[in-house]
């Protein structure tokens, strides 16, 4: 079962930033907090992960509380592109991923 | 980069007839690799992990038999879904790690879509 809970859907307007949040209240100390997304018929595309620090690629920030039950995802200027289904999944190692229902994030014009 | 590359894109095919799907890494060699099946408005279920040279793990409730898996090099696997039904039509995925770093990424490839009639 997946350990988080994120909200079934999202709305942004194009050019701002998206901030996705996701709860995972019982995410042990070597669980990591991983950012997937899957484009409509597509398959899924890594976005980031973190364990406890704030981490930024080109992608996307992943912002992680102190006390790691909850995190953000925060997509800084949001395209047409970035509509998409996005899936937050907390895993130690190279445990399984297990996929939840996401959060169907719709950017609009 | 990290580029999963799965073919076909798109299947029909007749009930009773088998579908090989194929799964490469194209810039990378795969320490394992995974497939994962999508039903519509569902989403992803891991079926089985593979890794080279080896038998593959399959999860509770998937049919190995059904659903065989040959993983014979490190950039190639494949799903060969035997005897199809249109109960098995879906949307099969594969993914795959590589070594190093960032080795508990999964790269996914772009998704087989098999219809069954």
């Known amino acids: 079962d997946a350990k988080t809970t994120q909200p079934t859907s999202m709305d942004c307007a194009e050019g701002r930033a998206a901030n996705l949040p996701c709860n995972h209240s019982?995410?042990?100390?070597?669980?990591?907090v991983y950012w997937y997304r899957q484009i409509h018929s597509q398959g899924p595309q890594y976005i980031i992960h973190?364990?406890?620090n704030n981490e930024t690629n080109e992608m996307a920030s992943l912002i992680i509380t102190e006390d790691r039950k909850s995190s953000t995802l925060i997509l800084p200027h949001a395209t047409l592109r970035d509509t998409a289904v996005y899936y937050c999944?907390?895993?130690?190692?190279?445990?399984?991923?297990?996929f939840g229902q996401g959060t169907r994030l719709t950017i609009n014009p | 980069g990290a580029v999963v590359s799965q073919h076909p894109s798109w299947v029909i095919c007749k009930s009773g007839t088998s579908v090989k799907i194929e799964c490469r890494s194209l810039?990378?060699?795969?320490?394992?690799m995974f497939w994962y099946r999508q039903f519509p408005k569902q989403s992803l279920m891991l079926m089985a992990t593979?890794?080279?040279?080896?038998?593959?793990?399959?999860e509770q409730g998937v049919e190995k038999d059904k659903f065989l898996i040959n993983h014979a090099s490190l950039t190639l696997s494949t799903l060969t879904v035997t005897s199809a039904h249109p109960e098995d039509s879906s949307f099969y995925i594969c993914?795959?790690?590589?070594?190093?770093?960032?080795?508990?990424?999964?790269?996914f490839g772009a998704g087989t879509r098999l219809s069954v009639l």
């Open positions: 593979s890794n080279e040279g080896s038998k593959a793990t399959y």
């Open positions: 810039d990378f060699q795969a320490t394992t």
């Open positions: 993914s795959a790690t590589k070594a190093g770093i960032s080795k508990n990424i999964q790269y």
């Open positions: 999944i907390v895993r130690e190692g190279a445990q399984k991923l297990v």
């Open positions: 973190g364990l406890k």
């Open positions: 019982t995410i042990s100390g070597n669980e990591y």
